[in-house]
């Protein structure tokens, strides 16, 4: 390890531990390639393998292994592969377990245009902010009479403030230019309305930063018809859930679109959010772009710009140079082929 | 949280030789949808869903503008509608797109029954669109409403 002397301050040379839980199906072949380009990309970085399999605790209740929270809670920042979705009843899902215990409460999709991997869009650079502890995804339903079910849509203006403000806080650290609230308050007066006036509260203390609100259906509208004109996007998380998935859809899907989770006290999950595809687990055939981007999101998020830039940039140089691609991006290339081709784009680098 | 995708079968068989398939909303239709919209057939949702899929498809073929709607109601009620808006910079130049309007006037022609004249106008809009020499602003060309309206006229008095 690189030991810093104790009278220089350069967090850059210190190495920093981060959790990795590799997850399953093609989650252990694509967090190798992550951690092999890292290696040649001279991060510091050192990795804390952990499993997040759900136990049952004491008095039965359902958690992530000690070990893996303990990790979390120390490191505070992890990369997380594809998880399946356990069959068993009463399993509870992964995702929404790992989301209770570390309050993640925001859902941050940076969707950015790949060169050398066409869509019918180009020129696509915007950020989805999706509020993700409460709103439609409350759980709370009760059938009032047979035949008639209610939902309860929950808005709080705890959730709301800390939502708006990481928005306005994201854009200002990132260079964003403005911040548009995306909402339905004219049919859903009072919680998109509160939800909507914390986002205007938030708005007056970063002046730097512009504000606009749209309704979501015109978002949708629009945003098919031309993606360019969108910049940080923040909304609760029912329409986060939607739009997160769409605008993925404009770059080019799951595969290539890096996710990150922000919780309460500095903790940070940067995850791929494509499925586990047993199909290809195990072949070297998976892509490992979507974990790598997420990897880099995770290394702008703890200040180590020039590491993410590098990786970034050796990745979209190999996609764009489209000489050395997964079957999914349009070539014929390995797992291994592929991640060896952006390592030597480093490596020329130097 | 489920979307029903229903695929059609033809008017003749019964209704349960429909194959219904259930899928989940998360995993299969915004993103594909705009990855290739050509895999979707009828829709079928709950109202805020509808509410924002329904504007997003309007998207993918050009926008409100060129969008028909309709609804259908009790007792055999239907209203077929434009749902863009009045358009006030604009009103009274005769420089308005009908088309919106004029194809939801052919789907209430459809529901009446009207095939045939359906079927007529709605070939006359498309093939005066697909001509590119009169079209109003929004799509594109300089001529007025009331230009791309006899286009359309014009073009049915030739078919006959």
């Avoid at chain 1, 990897?295 to 993410?308: D, I, K, N, T």
């Avoid at chain 1, 979209?316 to 999914?328: E, G, M, S, W």
Wanted: glycine share 8%; charged share 20%.
């Amino acid at each position: 390890s690189i030991l810093c002397n104790k009278t220089c301050v350069c967090p850059a040379s210190q190495i920093q531990t981060v959790t990795l839980i590799p997850g399953d199906g093609i989650g252990p072949e694509i967090s190798n390639a992550v951690m092999k380009i890292f290696e040649a990309a001279k991060a510091p970085i050192r990795w804390e393998e952990r499993n997040v399999t759900a136990i049952r605790g004491p008095g039965g209740k359902w958690m992530i292994p000690p070990d893996a929270k303990e990790s979390m809670d120390k490191n505070k920042i992890g990369l997380k592969g594809p998880l399946k979705t356990p069959i068993a009843a009463g399993h509870p899902s992964m995702n929404l377990l790992l989301r209770k215990t570390f309050d993640l409460y925001a859902n941050v999709r940076p969707c950015v245009s790949i060169e050398g991997y066409q869509t019918p869009y180009t020129d696509v650079n915007l950020v989805t902010i999706r509020e993700n502890t409460e709103g439609e995804y409350s759980g709370i339903e009760h059938v009032i009479v047979d035949g008639v079910v209610q939902s309860i849509k929950l808005i709080t203006e705890q959730a709301s403030k800390r939502i708006a403000e990481y928005a306005f806080e994201y854009a200002r650290n990132n260079q964003r230019a403005s911040v548009t609230a995306v909402h339905k308050a004219n049919i859903m007066r009072m919680s998109d309305g509160l939800f909507l006036r914390k986002c205007r509260e938030a708005a007056e203390k970063y002046k730097d930063v512009k504000f606009t609100e749209m309704y979501l259906d015109t978002v949708c509208l629009n945003m098919v018809q031309d993606p360019t004109q969108f910049d940080v996007l923040v909304m609760p998380n029912l329409y986060g859930d939607i739009l997160s998935d769409l605008c993925a859809g404009l770059i080019g899907g799951l595969g290539v679109t890096p996710s990150g989770n922000i919780g309460a006290n500095g903790v940070a999950i940067f995850e791929s959010v494509h499925g586990t595809a047993p199909d290809i687990a195990g072949k070297d055939l998976a892509n490992p772009t979507a974990l790598l981007l997420s990897a880099v999101m995770m290394l702008r998020h703890m200040g180590l710009h020039g590491h993410a830039k590098k990786i970034e940039s050796a990745c979209f140089d190999t996609i764009r140079d489209r000489k050395v691609l997964t079957k999914d991006l349009g070539g014929n290339s390995k797992c291994s082929e592929f991640t060896e081709a952006i390592c030597q784009r480093m490596k020329d680098m130097d | 949280m489920v979307l029903y995708r229903v695929l059609s079968s033809s008017p003749n068989k019964p209704a349960n030789a429909l194959q219904s398939t259930l899928l989940n909303m998360q995993e299969t239709i915004r993103e594909p949808m705009v990855q290739d919209p050509t895999q979707f057939d009828v829709l079928v949702m709950p109202n805020l869903y509808g509410d924002i899929l329904s504007d997003l498809c309007a998207g993918l073929i050009g926008g409100l503008g060129v969008t028909p709607s309709g609804n259908i109601g009790a007792n055999g009620v239907a209203i077929f509608e434009s749902v863009h808006g009045t358009a006030p910079d604009i009103a009274g130049k005769d420089l308005a797109n009908p088309t919106a309007l004029l194809l939801s006037a052919v789907m209430m022609l459809r529901h009446m029954g009207l095939h045939g004249h359906a079927k007529k106008i709605e070939s006359a809009c498309f093939d005066t669109i697909r001509d590119r020499k009169v079209l109003t602003k929004d799509l594109g060309g300089n001529s007025k409403c009331s230009e791309f309206t006899e286009a359309i006229c014009q073009r049915m008095k030739d078919m006959d």
